[in-house]
């Protein structure tokens, strides 16, 4: 069964620096997106990863996508306040049509 | 252009109740599911509709059923409400189950709590 995996669960940083969120995936999967959730709120869709090698930025975040390794990562540059939220990687195979998501990780930016 | 709607968005019930919630997708979208989510077990998939069929369906329990309507709205219930069913429950529609156009786009949620 397909599983996913995220770290770190929760993410303390400073203002003005950089992080990176992991997420792994245990079997193949045709896309993987990545959600931020503010408290109390819906999923919000960042990105979507389509292929290997795949590599989408808006702002502040950066997603890329290595299928070989079942790794995405969402790279956060100079972290701002805005940013804090929870983010989560979700996994969906289209022959199932069900997402996977990861645990989730949530980001918490210092002033 | 609307989004996906869900109501309501807060519930209390007592267990051993029943409860409907309803979803509305955005317009043209054939495609709902719902998802379950706690702190403990994060988010779940529960179930998905596609043209009034159920699609998929996750592991939970029998008392979690969920139809849908010729105009793509849809409505799960639970019935014999427990203290563990209190979670955010999350709709999702997309246009339809082709490669091109599965992204989902969620509700706002309806919280639920079972006291």
């Known amino acids: 069964e397909l599983k996913v995996e995220q770290n770190p669960l929760f993410l303390s940083m400073q203002e003005g620096k950089n992080y990176t969120i992991y997420c792994n995936y245990s079997?193949?999967?045709?896309?993987l997106y990545w959600y931020r959730q503010d408290p109390g709120k819906s999923l919000e869709s960042l990105f979507v990863?389509?292929?290997?090698?795949a590599v989408k930025q808006e702002g502040r975040l950066m997603a890329s996508l290595d299928t070989k390794a079942r790794l995405s990562t969402l790279h956060i540059t100079a972290a701002v306040h805005d940013l804090s939220a929870t983010y989560f990687c979700?996994?969906?195979?289209?022959?199932?049509?069900?997402?996977?998501f990861g645990t989730g990780t949530r980001l918490k930016v210092l002033a | 252009k609307a989004g996906v709607t869900q109501t309501p968005r807060y519930l209390i019930k007592t267990r051993g109740q029943q409860v409907t919630l309803s979803c509305s997708p955005i317009s043209g979208h054939r495609s709902v599911s719902w998802y379950q989510q706690t702190p403990g077990q994060g988010l779940q998939f529960l179930f998905e509709y596609f043209s009034e069929t159920q699609r998929n369906k996750g592991n939970f329990p029998g008392r979690f059923s969920g139809r849908q309507f010729s105009n793509s709205r849809s409505e799960m219930n639970v019935s014999t409400l427990e203290l563990g069913d209190s979670a955010l429950y999350l709709c999702?529609?997309?246009?339809?189950?082709?490669?091109?156009?599965?992204?989902?786009?969620f509700g706002q949620g309806t919280r639920l709590t079972v006291v």
């Open positions: 999702a529609s997309s246009l339809d189950r082709g490669a091109k156009n599965t992204e989902a786009f």
């Open positions: 990863l389509l292929s290997n090698g």
């Open positions: 979700a996994v969906v195979r289209l022959r199932t049509y069900k997402y996977i």
């Open positions: 079997t193949t999967s045709d896309r």
